[in-house]
């Protein structure tokens, strides 16, 4: 099916674009699922079809991001903001050391710092990746994979002998895992994967403790023998996301979305590094492939960017009020076409205002 003409191009951080045949799917089930004459969301999630469709969305983030067995998955709630705090409860540390790469980093610091020991390495600003000290007794590692405002990904997961915690929120599914370097990996959905109201947790199985002090709904032990269904679960979102992971695996997988993700980012970072009127300050091997902020030369010219944008379907430019200037997210919905036309507009408000 042709894309109708009136979607834009979406730059937005989050909720982001899902791609448009995954819209146009629903679009189409919205009345009539599975032949029951009633949407998806409409009917008991104890209904054999939605825990087939449960189980159906679990075996395809193992196909695509090659899950090891020992690992369960999860469809949470509460956003990743609710993991900073959900996987110290789950996996009861008394010392953690964290990398600090932005503002998603400190956000899981501060809540760790609630529970237990934290010892950080990274501080602002945040425009590199720094060496890890000997990580020592600790109960286990966290890292942001991508941090989502200040455009720094880590390239290399730390290869330690302690557990390593992973934020994904905005990379997951646009490369792979390594894992032999994680044992969790979390990511709210709302990026990469569908959108928001879902929570992904993939981690090993023996790490989870069997008396976490929390809510069942956020014990993680409890929902991967429940197939993430001790109370009422998200089941549009995860519906979303089942048709998401279809179009994934159609358009080639995770390797395909990795691809994409580098020359995309690679030809917007060019284009940004050979003009004197815009500056990306992350150095280069730590550059996001998914969120790239950029500063206009001068900043009084931020609106008319913005606005100028708008008029021409480049939508959702403005970046992060904690770092101010522009920020193009990446993530693998975004249509052919979208970086070439941002970098057109871009050249062309530069001839005009530089
Ligand atoms: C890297 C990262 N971690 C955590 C979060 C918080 O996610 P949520 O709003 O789902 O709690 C975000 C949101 O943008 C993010 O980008």
């Not at 209904?47 to 679990?58: H, I, L, N, S, T």
């Not at 789950?90 to 998603?104: D, E, M, Q, S, Y």
Request: net charge negative; hydrophobic share 45%; glycine share 6%.
């Amino acid at each position: 099916m042709r894309p109708p003409m009136t979607r834009t191009f979406n730059f937005s951080a989050g909720p982001a674009g899902l791609p448009t045949q995954v819209l146009q799917q629903a679009q189409a089930e919205l009345l009539d699922w599975q032949g029951l004459g009633c949407s998806v969301m409409e009917i008991s999630h104890r209904d054999r079809r939605v825990v087939a469709m449960f189980e159906a969305a679990e075996a395809k983030v193992r196909a695509l991001l090659s899950v090891p067995e020992d690992h369960a998955v999860l469809f949470l709630q509460g956003g990743a903001t609710a993991m900073f705090d959900l996987i110290p409860a789950n996996l009861a540390p008394r010392r953690i050391h964290v990398l600090n790469t932005g503002a998603w980093s400190e956000k899981a610091i501060a809540a760790a710092e609630k529970v237990a020991q934290v010892q950080v390495t990274g501080q602002a600003p945040y425009t590199q990746v720094p060496d890890l000290p000997e990580i020592g007794d600790v109960d286990y590692f966290h890292y942001c994979h991508n941090e989502t405002i200040h455009g720094v990904r880590v390239a290399e997961a730390p290869d330690l002998s302690v557990p390593v915690v992973c934020d994904a929120s905005s990379s997951v599914f646009s490369e792979a895992i390594d894992w032999s370097r994680h044992d969790l990996v979390y990511a709210g959905a709302q990026k990469n994967l569908g959108p928001s109201g879902v929570t992904l947790v993939i981690g090993r199985r023996s790490l989870f403790s069997d008396s976490a002090s929390v809510s069942p709904v956020f014990d993680f032990s409890k929902q991967a023998k429940a197939g993430s269904m001790v109370n009422t679960p998200p089941v549009y979102g995860v519906y979303l996301i089942d048709k998401v992971l279809d179009w994934i695996d159609a358009s080639g997988g995770v390797q395909a979305m990795q691809r994409r993700a580098v020359q995309r980012s690679d030809a917007l970072y060019q284009a940004i590094d050979q003009s004197s009127f815009y500056t990306n300050p992350v150095q280069a091997e730590c550059r996001s492939r998914m969120n790239i902020p950029f500063l206009l030369a001068d900043s009084a010219l931020d609106q008319a960017f913005v606005s100028q944008a708008e008029s021409r379907g480049l939508m959702f430019l403005k970046g992060h009020r904690s770092v101010g200037g522009m920020r193009a997210s990446l993530y693998n919905a975004i249509q052919d076409g979208a970086v070439e036309a941002l970098i057109d507009y871009m050249r062309e408000f530069e001839a005009q205002h530089a």
